[in-house]
Every structure is written in C-alpha cells, then in structure tokens.
C-alpha cells in the first residue's frame, strides 16, 4: 500500500507505526512535516516550511488558527507536488493538532484519512482551573474556546479519529466522540524492560555519580514545568533530602515551556531554585536537561523511586516507559495518570498540589523496599498486559483495513485492560 504521513515534528506519534510497515514489506511511506534530523531508511520525505509568523495584526485568539491555515496551505502545496510527480495514498495519517492535514481532502479527495485527535479544549474543566498557584486569567477564557477551532473543522471533514487514552477522549463533547476510535499506544516492551543490575553498579551522567548505596529519585518531563507537576516536585524535594542524606535525584527536562504559561521571569527551573535556594543542593540534585532514550532508559532502570506528576492533561510516553520498565513510580491523582496506575497495586497516587504527600511517598517506597519490590512487579505486569505494541499495531493495521477496504493481517489476542482506579 501507499501511505502518507503527515506530521510537524517527523516522526512524531507514528514511530513504531512507520517502522512495523517498513518491515512488513511492500508498502511505500512517504512523510510531510517540518525539517528535522529525525531519519528513518525507507521513509521518502518532504518537508514544508512556514512563510511566515502569525500576523501581528490579528486577533490574539486568532493567532494560532493563522498559523493553522499557514500549515494547512503550505502541505496542501507540497502534497499537490507530490501527487504531480504520481503518488497517490491509499490512506492519510495524521496529527490533527497543528492543521497541517485540513486541505487534504482537496488534494485528494475520497482518500481515507486516519487523524490523530489529542485534546479538546476546555475552559470549564480539566487543566484549565486545576492549579489554584496559577489562577488563569478570565480575559484568557475566550483564548481557550478558540483553541477548538482547528479540532472542530477536522471533525466535520471526511475521516476516522484515534485517540491513546480514555481520558483525552472524555474531553472531546459527546457529538464529537461518535467519530474518535480509542486506540491504546504500546511500547516497545524488550526495549523498555527492568535491569535489576542497574541498581548494583553506579550511574554516571555527564559529570554527576550515583554510588550503588545512594537512593535515586528521578523526575521526567519534556520541559520542567506546572503542567508536569515541577514545581510540586522542587518542593517536595527539601523533605526528601532533609530526610534521607543518601538520596540523590535527577531531574530530566528542558527549560522551555510546553504547556501553560511561562515564569514572569527567565525558566520555571530558575524559579525554583529562586524560591527553594540552597535548600536544593546542587551536589545532591542534577538537572539534566535533555538526555539521549539509551541513558534515559538506564536511568528508570536505575531509579530507586519515580515521580510522575501531570495536571489533568496528556499523559506523557515516559509513564508508559517507566511502568515498563518496572520503576517504583509515585504518581498524581489525575485522571491522566489513574487510567494508568492504581494506588497501592502498580504505583503510590498522591496530591500532586500537596509536596508532603508527595515525599511521604517517595520515603515510603524508599523505606519500605518489599513494598517497593511489589509495585515494581505489578507495575509491569500491568504493562505487559495492556501496552503491547503487536496489539497496539495489530488494532492500527484494522483501523486501516476498515478505512481503505482491506483485508488486515489476523490480529493477536489482546487481553483486557484493566483500567486504573484510585483505592483507599
């Protein structure tokens, strides 16, 4: 088969995807988005460039749909010179995030489109009020209807939506939910998988040791940030080290701002340490910034206790990772992370907005190594069962089957999920 592609930052979600085709044989996979030096051998490429920003002189609410159409525009003008040069998909996959795909079906009308659909936007729930540290301005109110725009002309245009979770598919209104197929995301569980020896030799990264008595605590996020539950962290971290003089603690993440907004001032990491001082000792805690996947990998396998902490929001790949790498994880009691973890069986919960509770746990798993031993356990077992990637394929390859006609490859049985759930 044909497949096109069609995502910003190459390769984004469709990874595991783009490589399984590959493999299969016989397919032909060519990838619109943005320049980077992401490279997958077999994958024919072409990139767009935006002309331009948004216009100053529009509406600030308007500002990110004129982006959109910018996307919109200039994909559709490269997929127009792709079709020239005779390449017709059988099927469009996408990420409906950014607009980029809303003029396909101008291109090529009738194809069948599988779109990516993240998060609808939602002024009265979710993230928006969350947080009562970062009160969101009612003037800003109008900014998040808007950000709905380009989810509500990809619902109306032709196509088949997918979403990873349970909870990112609740945000989306009821008319809306009729069109998205919940379509779980695996890992790649050899990769992803415990080493119990991790913890029987030191852990070096860059100029930071962790000696084998040492208890580490690690903390994971693409930028340090609220959304991510950061500053609780930083705040949780003057217990635990008060507490525990053989505990050290990476935290992985860039300075830049993902979700939400920024600091009043410099990075949100700067900040904190403004606020904490030399309460965070630099000899104790290392911020890592960006690692490459080996040594992140390395690290959850080393890590004695893991933090996710996450608003009511998308659930990062690393919680995935760290189930599947049978971490010891403390996690936030949102539905982002109980579709996931279930208190006391795969992960302590906790109040994220509350650092002692979040230390209290982090010392219990310490403390308390049995308990520790079990979690870990359960925590990937949990993911053996309901992150397969051959399963998650298998449901994609159907997903295709049904939007183009064809017969899919038989399908390997999948177990029931077992949704998370907060006990006691």
């Given at each position: ?99 980029e ?14 779109g ?33 725009n ?107 701002v ?28 290392h ?18 206790a ?38 006391d ?77 907060r006990?006691?």
């Open positions: 088969m044909r497949y096109l592609f069609v995502h910003q930052n190459f390769p984004g979600q469709f990874l595991h995807l783009v490589r399984h085709l590959l493999r299969a044989g016989g397919n032909e996979v060519v990838f619109i988005g943005e320049p980077n030096t992401n490279a997958i051998a077999g994958v024919r490429r072409v990139n767009y460039r935006l002309p331009r920003g948004a216009t100053e002189q529009a509406h600030p609410n308007a500002r990110e749909f004129d982006l959109a159409m910018l996307r919109a525009e200039e994909v559709a003008r490269v997929a127009e010179q792709v079709k020239g040069l005779g390449f017709t998909p059988d099927v469009i996959i996408g990420h409906h995030g950014w607009g795909m809303l003029n396909l079906v101008d291109v090529w009308p009738g194809v069948p489109i599988i990516y659909f993240e998060f609808y936007y939602d002024f009265l729930a979710g993230d928006i009020h969350f947080d009562p540290e970062f009160v969101f301005p009612p003037s800003q109110l109008s900014l998040v209807r808007a950000r709905n380009i989810n509500h002309i990809a619902l109306t245009n032709p196509g088949i939506g997918i979403t990873p979770t349970r909870f990112q598919l609740n945000t989306y209104p009821d008319w809306a939910r009729r069109k998205i197929t919940l379509l779980p995301e695996g890992v790649d569980l050899d990769r992803c998988r415990p080493a119990p020896a991790a913890r029987r030799k030191p852990f070096r990264l860059g100029g930071f040791e962790v000696p084998v008595e040492a208890k580490l605590v690690t903390f994971v996020a693409r930028n340090l940030e609220p959304y991510r539950g950061f500053h609780s962290m930083m705040r949780a971290l003057v217990p635990l080290l008060g507490a525990r003089p053989d505990l050290r603690a990476i935290l992985v993440g860039g300075d830049d993902s979700y939400g907004a920024p600091p009043p001032s410099g990075t949100w990491r700067e900040t904190m340490l403004r606020e904490l001082g030399d309460r965070i000792d630099p000899t104790r805690v911020f890592a910034g960006q690692i490459s996947y080996d040594l992140y990998l390395t690290m959850l396998q080393r890590s004695d893991h933090v996710y902490l996450s608003y009511p929001f998308v659930a990062s790949w690393s919680l995935r990772e760290a189930m599947a790498c049978g971490c010891a994880i403390v996690g936030s009691d949102t539905a982002t992370v109980t579709e996931f973890l279930t208190h069986q795969t992960g302590l919960v906790v109040d994220m907005l509350h650092p002692p509770a979040i230390a209290e746990a982090v010392l219990e798993l310490l403390d308390n190594p049995r308990r520790a031993r079990r979690l870990r356990a359960a925590a990937r077992a949990w993911a053996e069962e309901n992150l397969r990637m051959d399963v998650y394929l298998a449901a994609f390859e159907q997903l295709i089957a049904q939007a183009t006609g064809t017969a899919a490859p038989a399908a390997p049985v999948a177990p029931v999920v077992a949704r998370g759930r006990h006691g």
